[in-house]
Structures are given as structure tokens and as C-alpha cells.
């Protein structure tokens, strides 16, 4: 996050003179936003940077014990600079918070400089090798250059020059969401990966006596479990190619100065980073269960997997509140549509009339056809929308003011937000297909894939379905055995399915995910390295458990 902080809010003299020391690990960088007090809530940030005009510098203070920096990574041993995000105050004004450019460490002995004390927050769920630390400043003196000001400037005299948008501080925060979207892909496609090769080489229970026991892929609930993730890997993996891409472009507009489409690309990541982390972080514990007691054991990969995703839910803007932020806009539309205003891309449908249920167009309406279905998503999202506006504005209309009547339906806002994102991840893997160059046999399977995405989210969300009318009772039943039909075609090419997410071994971690499927005699040999089997006999025999038991025996 340093790099690219830097790479997005420097100026060209400052780019000069920062970026090469970072691209050469001359100095090593962190992102110092959150406090012991405050990591949501942004403007209550309390660190500060007063400018002194008469030596042109900021001084940088951590007034509190609440505005202590806590939990940037590799700020605790490591970096020796970091971007601090302080509240600037200049000529007896604050503008809210900057980001500043700040030395911690000497770059000779590595030392912490005068008025910087640093260290690790201590051991946490995950992330071992992560020095995630903390940072008090007492009255810190840096140049008055290390302030980025790319967007917003304080001259030598004091003078405050404020942002185009003051929210492109923000930058780095959608640019790393961006990347959760795709680091929630590349985790679920381990995951898959570990249960399912595991799975194939894992047989157990006759199913008649005498019978060999079946590989646990061909239980019809074992793929249950496993295939809709599987199919939910390879959406993900679609859906993060066009977010980065509306990202790329959206980018592109903000370095020519156009900012028309900041809210849109803020509304659309945040409502992927915490749809896509939430899905992913559930999926993998139920691919940890799906390989029975071994899923336990450090050997099959799980337990780091999880550890070391699990925070993806909350760090890069907690999930609750990044789903609020993506409804905010989705009611914002509403209101926009309504007052005749055109709606950008991403939720140009929100002006639709989708009140009719869906007859499905001449065809009629076809449960297997993935078009149509997507068309019951969109419908099912603009409902929610629709209702969670209406539920703001009766708030308004009782008397609340808008911020309070967002509060009061904040629930069904995230709702909202959830099945916006949902719409967007389903339709983006069916048109992804539609344009992907592919053999026949390969676009057969993905469309079985897609398949199963679109009809597994429509029966575990039925009751969202059925409420509106969008379906009837029968035609969700319908729709669940549709998936349940397409477990035995998927099984066919499981196991290349996610060979073809070409993990080497060495990142996989797993005993039970290895490609050449050799996992008892490997889990064996794992077992060996246990530090308890350094000797056969344990020194704590020594020490209690061989006295205990003599004590016992002379009793006798
Ligand atoms: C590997 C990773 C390691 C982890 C690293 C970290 O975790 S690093 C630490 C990561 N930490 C976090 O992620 C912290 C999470 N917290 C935050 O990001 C924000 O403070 C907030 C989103 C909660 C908004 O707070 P708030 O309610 O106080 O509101 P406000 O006054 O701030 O904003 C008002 C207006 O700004 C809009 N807007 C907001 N963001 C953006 C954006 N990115 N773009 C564009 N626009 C944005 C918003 O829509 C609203 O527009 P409106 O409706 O007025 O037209
Ligand atoms: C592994 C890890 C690495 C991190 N790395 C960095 C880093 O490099 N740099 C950095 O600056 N920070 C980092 N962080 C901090 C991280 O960004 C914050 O913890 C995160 O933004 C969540 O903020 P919080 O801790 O204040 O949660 P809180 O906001 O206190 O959330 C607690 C609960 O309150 C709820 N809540 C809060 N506000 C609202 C609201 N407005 N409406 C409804 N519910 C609300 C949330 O939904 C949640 O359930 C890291 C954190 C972790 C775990």
C-alpha cells in the first residue's frame, strides 16, 4: 500500500525522488492510517500534522493513547518509512486528514529515529511472518515536501490549496479493495483445489456390504458441498478481471481529471471486496469440513489458508460498513432515476420498470436458461434496492433527517447491497463465457459451471426469490434440482477443473491437495517432522509423566 499510495498521490518532483528509493528496497514502506481508536471512521482520526511556516516543516503528533497507530504491516521490525495518515492543520485551520511521507528508522543501524517509537502489536489469528505494528510520534519534524500533494498542496507560507474530490485521499483503499476481489478468487481456488484432489483420493463406507468403497467425490453431498464453490472460484475469477478493468479505466478518467465515475467505482468495489471475502471466507471452512478429520491437521493447508484470509472480511474498510457505503450510492441512483438523471454502467438498471414478473420473453420462461435467470437476479436486486429506499425516504418522511433514516434501515441496505453485487457477479460470469474463445468441449463445462453458480444462488437465497414473487415455490424446487442435476457432469472433470488453476504444490502447503495424490504416505512422513517425535521418548516423560505412573505402579 506504500508503494502504490505513493505511485498515485505524488507530485512529479516527489515521484522522483521517493519511487526509485522503494523500487531498489533502498527504504522499505508501510500504510500508517489506522489507530488504536479509529480505523472505520476516518475523519476521526487523531493524529496530527501542524505546519510550522517559520522552518517549513510538519510536526507530527500522537496527542492520545487512542491515536497511536495500530496494525499497519511490517511497521512494527521492518519498514523504515512510512505514509502516516494525520489530521493537517495549517495557519490555525484543519483540513482533515493527509497522507505524509515520515522516516522511522535510521538507514545506517536501523535504530528508531528522535520522537518515533515503534514496535509489533504481538502475536494475532494469522499473518505470523507479519510484523504488524504500532506508532507513537511525539512531536515529529519533517519537510514540509513530504506531504503528497499531488491533489492537494500547503505552500511554503501556509496557504491551504484544497483537492478537486476529497475523497481521492481514499485512492489506495479502492486500488488494494480491487485486489481483495482478486485475492478472494485466487483463495477459493485453493481451497477448491485442496478439498477437491483430496476428495478423489479419499474413499470411504461401502455403500453395500462387500461393494469397494466409492471415492468421496462421488457422494452426490460431497459435491454438493464442493462444486458450487468450485463454480463460485471460477466467477470470481471473471468477476475480478472486470473490476480491475473498470478500475484501469475509471483510473485513466481521475489522472485526466474527470472524477464522474469515483462514486461508481467506490460503490461497485466496495460491494464485491466484502460479497466476494464473506463467500470465500464461508467457503473455506466448508472445504475444510469436506475433508473430514485430516481438513484438521496442520497438513492440509486449511488452517493458514484461513487464518491468513479471514481478515480480508474486515481490513481494507470492514465488510458492514463497505456494503453501507455501496447502498448509499444504490439509494443515491434511485433518487437520481427518479429526477430523470441517466444512470451510469453498473446500475443503469435501477431505472428498468422490473416491477412485472418476468414473463421470460417469447421462449417463455425457461429455468435452465441462464439469460432469463439472470434477469430474476436483476429483478430481485432492483426490488431490494427499491425496497430499502423507500424504507430511507419513509424515514425522511417521519422526520428523520437522511443520515438517521439510512441508520434505521441500514439492515435492509446491506441486503441491498448484497444482492447488487450478486446481479453483477452473476451476469459477468455469463457474458464472460459468451465472449471467451474457446473450444466447444471447454465452453460445454463452463457453462455447466455457470450453471450451477446461477442456479445454486438462486436456491440458497429462495426465500428472497419467493418473497417478491420473482418465483414461484415450484419453480425455486425446480431450480435447486437443476443443480443437483448437474453434479454428476461436473464430476466428470473435477479434478481438471482445478488443475487448470495450475498451483504448484510449494504454494499450496497441503499434504491433501498434493497434484501426484501420494497423501497417506506423505501425511506420515509430515507427522515425523513433528517436534514431539525429535525423540521417542519425551524429556516430560521425565519430568512428570514417568514419576506419576511409578508413583501409581508402587501403590500397587
Ligand atoms: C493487504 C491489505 C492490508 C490492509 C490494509 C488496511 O487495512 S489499510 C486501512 C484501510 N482502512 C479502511 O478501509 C477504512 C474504512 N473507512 C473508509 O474507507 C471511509 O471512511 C468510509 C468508507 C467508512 C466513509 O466514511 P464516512 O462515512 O466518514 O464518510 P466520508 O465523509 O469519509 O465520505 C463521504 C463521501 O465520500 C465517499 N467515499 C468514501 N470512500 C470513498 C472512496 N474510496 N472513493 C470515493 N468516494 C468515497 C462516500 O461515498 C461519501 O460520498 P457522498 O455520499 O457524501 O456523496
Ligand atoms: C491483518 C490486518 C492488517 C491490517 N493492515 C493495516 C495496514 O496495513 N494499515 C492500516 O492503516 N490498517 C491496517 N489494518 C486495520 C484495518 O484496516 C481496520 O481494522 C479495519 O479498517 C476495520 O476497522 P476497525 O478495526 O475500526 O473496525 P470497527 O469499525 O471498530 O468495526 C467493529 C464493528 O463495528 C461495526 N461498525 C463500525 N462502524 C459502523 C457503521 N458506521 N455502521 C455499522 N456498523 C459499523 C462493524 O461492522 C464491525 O462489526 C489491518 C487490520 C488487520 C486485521
Redesign the pocket.
Same mark, same amino acid.
Request: charge should be positive; charged fraction near 20%; include cysteine.
Given at each position: 500500500?506504500f508503494i502504490p499510495t505513493l505511485e498515485r498521490q505524488c507530485t512529479s518532483e516527489q515521484r522522483e525522488k521517493f519511487l526509485p528509493l522503494c523500487y531498489d528496497y533502498r527504504i522499505i514502506g &508501510?500504510?500508517?492510517? $489506522?489507530e488504536l481508536g479509529? %480505523? $472505520? !471512521?476516518l475523519r476521526g482520526l487523531e493524529t496530527t500534522a501542524h505546519y510550522d511556516p517559520n522552518t517549513q516543516e510538519f510536526i507530527l503528533n500522537s496527542p492520545t493513547i487512542s491515536s497511536i497507530k495500530w496494525? *499497519?504491516?511490517a511497521l512494527g521490525k521492518t519498514s523504515t518509512h512510512a505514509v502516516v495518515l494525520a489530521q493537517l492543520y495549517t495557519l490555525g485551520k484543519c483540513h482533515g486528514i493527509h497522507p505524509f511521507v515520515v522516516q522511522l528508522r535510521s538507514l545506517d543501524d536501523h535504530k528508531p529515529l528522535r520522537g518515533i517509537t515503534v514496535g509489533d502489536i504481538g502475536p494475532?489469528m494469522g !499473518?505470523g511472518p507479519n510484523d504488524?505494528g504500532y506508532l507513537k510520534l511525539h512531536k515529529h519534524r519533517i519537510p514540509r515536501t513530504n506531504m503528497l500533494m499531488k491533489y492537494s498542496q500547503v505552500s511554503p507560507d501556509g496557504t491551504y490549496t484544497k483537492p478537486p474530490r476529497s475523497t481521492l485521499t481514499y485512492g489506495t483503499m479502492t486500488f488494494v479493495r480491487v485486489l481483495i476481489v482478486h485475492g478472494s478468487a485466487i483463495a477459493l481456488a485453493k481451497a477448491s483445489t485442496i478439498a477437491i484432489r483430496y476428495s478423489a483420493v479419499r474413499r470411504q463406507s461401502e455403500l453395500r456390504p462387500g461393494e469397494p468403497e466409492p471415492q468421496i467425490l462421488s457422494y452426490p453431498t460431497q459435491q454438493h458441498k464442493l462444486f458450487p464453490l468450485l463454480a463460485t472460484a471460477y466467477a470470481f475469477h471473471f468477476v475480478q478481471l472486470a473490476m480491475m478493468k473498470i478500475y484501469t479505466d475509471v483510473n485513466d478518467q481521475i489522472n485526466n481529471s474527470n472524477f464522474s465515475r469515483i462514486q461508481e467505482l467506490h460503490a461497485l468495489s466496495s460491494g464485491l471486496k466484502a460479497f466476494t471475502s464473506w463467500v470465500t471466507n464461508a467457503g473455506l471452512e466448508v472445504c475444510r469440513m469436506s475433508c473430514g478429520g485430516h481438513g484438521y491437521s496442520q497438513a492440509s493447508g486449511f488452517p493458514r489458508l484461513y487464518a491468513d484470509f479471514t *481478515?480480508s472480511c &474486515?481490513?481494507? %474498510?470492514?465488510n $458492514?460498513?463497505l456494503m453501507?457505503q455501496s447502498a448509499r450510492y444504490l439509494v443515491k441512483c434511485v433518487r437520481d432515476a427518479r429526477s430523470g438523471k441517466t444512470l451510469p454502467g453498473t446500475v443503469s438498471y435501477l431505472s428498468e420498470d422490473v416491477s412485472a414478473v418476468h414473463s421470460g420473453g417469447s421462449s417463455g420462461r425457461d429455468l435452465s436458461n441462464l439469460d432469463f435467470l439472470i434477469s430474476l437476479y436483476k429483478q430481485r436486486a432492483s426490488n431490494q434496492v427499491h425496497f430499502a429506499s423507500d424504507k430511507v425516504d419513509r424515514g425522511i418522511s417521519a422526520g428523520m433527517d437522511l443520515v438517521g433514516a439510512l441508520n434505521s434501515a441500514?439492515v435492509h441496505l446491506v441486503s441491498a447491497a448484497k444482492a447488487h453485487s450478486h446481479y453483477f457477479i452473476a451476469k459477468t460470469f455469463v457474458e464472460s463465457l459468451k465472449l471467451l474463445k474457446a473450444s466447444s468441449e471447454l465452453q460445454n463445462v463452463l457453462h455447466q459451471l455457470a450453471s450451477v453458480y446461477v442456479f445454486e444462488g438462486i436456491a440458497q437465497s429462495s426465500g428472497d426469490f419467493i418473497e417478491d414473487y420473482i418465483l414461484s415455490g415450484s419453480e425455486a424446487k425446480t431450480i435447486r434440482q437443476l443443480a443437483v442435476d448437474l453434479l454428476p457432469l461436473i464430476r466428470v472433470n473435477a479434478v481438471s477443473l482445478v488443475d487448470a488453476f495450475s498451483f504448484r504444490d510449494e504454494v499450496l502447503q497441503s499434504v491433501l491437495g498434493r497434484y501426484d495424490g501420494n497423501v497417506y504416505e506423505n501425511l506420515f512422513k509430515w507427522a515425523q517432522n513433528s517436534p514431539l517425535n525429535k525423540t521417542d521418548v519425551h524429556p516430560s516423560y521425565h519430568k512428570y509423566l514417568g514419576p506419576l505412573l511409578k508413583r501409581n505402579q508402587s501403590k500397587l
Amino acid at each position: 500500500m506504500f508503494i502504490p499510495t505513493l505511485e498515485r498521490q505524488c507530485t512529479s518532483e516527489q515521484r522522483e525522488k521517493f519511487l526509485p528509493l522503494c523500487y531498489d528496497y533502498r527504504i522499505i514502506g &508501510t500504510y500508517a492510517q $489506522t489507530e488504536l481508536g479509529h %480505523g $472505520t !471512521f476516518l475523519r476521526g482520526l487523531e493524529t496530527t500534522a501542524h505546519y510550522d511556516p517559520n522552518t517549513q516543516e510538519f510536526i507530527l503528533n500522537s496527542p492520545t493513547i487512542s491515536s497511536i497507530k495500530w496494525w *499497519p504491516g511490517a511497521l512494527g521490525k521492518t519498514s523504515t518509512h512510512a505514509v502516516v495518515l494525520a489530521q493537517l492543520y495549517t495557519l490555525g485551520k484543519c483540513h482533515g486528514i493527509h497522507p505524509f511521507v515520515v522516516q522511522l528508522r535510521s538507514l545506517d543501524d536501523h535504530k528508531p529515529l528522535r520522537g518515533i517509537t515503534v514496535g509489533d502489536i504481538g502475536p494475532k489469528m494469522g !499473518f505470523g511472518p507479519n510484523d504488524n505494528g504500532y506508532l507513537k510520534l511525539h512531536k515529529h519534524r519533517i519537510p514540509r515536501t513530504n506531504m503528497l500533494m499531488k491533489y492537494s498542496q500547503v505552500s511554503p507560507d501556509g496557504t491551504y490549496t484544497k483537492p478537486p474530490r476529497s475523497t481521492l485521499t481514499y485512492g489506495t483503499m479502492t486500488f488494494v479493495r480491487v485486489l481483495i476481489v482478486h485475492g478472494s478468487a485466487i483463495a477459493l481456488a485453493k481451497a477448491s483445489t485442496i478439498a477437491i484432489r483430496y476428495s478423489a483420493v479419499r474413499r470411504q463406507s461401502e455403500l453395500r456390504p462387500g461393494e469397494p468403497e466409492p471415492q468421496i467425490l462421488s457422494y452426490p453431498t460431497q459435491q454438493h458441498k464442493l462444486f458450487p464453490l468450485l463454480a463460485t472460484a471460477y466467477a470470481f475469477h471473471f468477476v475480478q478481471l472486470a473490476m480491475m478493468k473498470i478500475y484501469t479505466d475509471v483510473n485513466d478518467q481521475i489522472n485526466n481529471s474527470n472524477f464522474s465515475r469515483i462514486q461508481e467505482l467506490h460503490a461497485l468495489s466496495s460491494g464485491l471486496k466484502a460479497f466476494t471475502s464473506w463467500v470465500t471466507n464461508a467457503g473455506l471452512e466448508v472445504c475444510r469440513m469436506s475433508c473430514g478429520g485430516h481438513g484438521y491437521s496442520q497438513a492440509s493447508g486449511f488452517p493458514r489458508l484461513y487464518a491468513d484470509f479471514t *481478515p480480508s472480511c &474486515t481490513y481494507e %474498510g470492514e465488510n $458492514t460498513v463497505l456494503m453501507l457505503q455501496s447502498a448509499r450510492y444504490l439509494v443515491k441512483c434511485v433518487r437520481d432515476a427518479r429526477s430523470g438523471k441517466t444512470l451510469p454502467g453498473t446500475v443503469s438498471y435501477l431505472s428498468e420498470d422490473v416491477s412485472a414478473v418476468h414473463s421470460g420473453g417469447s421462449s417463455g420462461r425457461d429455468l435452465s436458461n441462464l439469460d432469463f435467470l439472470i434477469s430474476l437476479y436483476k429483478q430481485r436486486a432492483s426490488n431490494q434496492v427499491h425496497f430499502a429506499s423507500d424504507k430511507v425516504d419513509r424515514g425522511i418522511s417521519a422526520g428523520m433527517d437522511l443520515v438517521g433514516a439510512l441508520n434505521s434501515a441500514s439492515v435492509h441496505l446491506v441486503s441491498a447491497a448484497k444482492a447488487h453485487s450478486h446481479y453483477f457477479i452473476a451476469k459477468t460470469f455469463v457474458e464472460s463465457l459468451k465472449l471467451l474463445k474457446a473450444s466447444s468441449e471447454l465452453q460445454n463445462v463452463l457453462h455447466q459451471l455457470a450453471s450451477v453458480y446461477v442456479f445454486e444462488g438462486i436456491a440458497q437465497s429462495s426465500g428472497d426469490f419467493i418473497e417478491d414473487y420473482i418465483l414461484s415455490g415450484s419453480e425455486a424446487k425446480t431450480i435447486r434440482q437443476l443443480a443437483v442435476d448437474l453434479l454428476p457432469l461436473i464430476r466428470v472433470n473435477a479434478v481438471s477443473l482445478v488443475d487448470a488453476f495450475s498451483f504448484r504444490d510449494e504454494v499450496l502447503q497441503s499434504v491433501l491437495g498434493r497434484y501426484d495424490g501420494n497423501v497417506y504416505e506423505n501425511l506420515f512422513k509430515w507427522a515425523q517432522n513433528s517436534p514431539l517425535n525429535k525423540t521417542d521418548v519425551h524429556p516430560s516423560y521425565h519430568k512428570y509423566l514417568g514419576p506419576l505412573l511409578k508413583r501409581n505402579q508402587s501403590k500397587l
